[in-house]
């Protein structure tokens, strides 16, 4: 079994920062692909960045150049540094990693942090 636990989230200032943590944890042998995503209400669920375990990275359109997401392979661990936030960034962010635990990949979810961007 594999957890994935968020922190990080809260309610920021327009033009602030925030910074999100994500920890795998349980039977990993190996992490592939790591990235955040995000749900609005009312809203589906869309990707926000992700990251491959050779460090390539991929970004939404509407975060590029505001957000950073970076990973510490040694800590299982995922972040996202979200500099210049907008209201519009309003929503629960959510890590996912894909986990090789010997008999496969699985997708894993966390169970979702809320961040609430003020104007």
């Known amino acids: 079994q594999v957890q994935l636990v968020e922190s990080g989230g809260g309610l920021v200032q327009a033009g602030g920062s925030l910074r999100l943590s994500c920890a795998a944890s349980?039977?990993?042998?190996?992490?592939?692909?790591m990235g955040w995503y995000r749900q609005a209400p009312g809203k589906q669920r869309e990707l926000v960045a992700v990251?491959?375990?050779?460090?390539?990275?991929n970004y939404a359109d509407s975060v590029k150049g505001r957000f950073t997401i970076s990973r510490d392979n040694a800590k299982n661990t995922v972040y996202l540094q979200m500099n210049s936030p907008k209201p519009e960034d309003t929503a629960v962010y959510y890590c996912?990693?894909?986990?090789?635990?010997?008999?496969?990949?699985?997708?894993?979810w966390g169970q979702g942090t809320q961040v609430t961007v003020s104007s």
């Open positions: 996912n990693a894909k986990v090789f635990s010997g008999s496969g990949y699985g997708q894993y």
């Open positions: 349980g039977r990993i042998l190996s992490i592939n692909d």
């Open positions: 990251t491959t375990s050779s460090g390539s990275t």
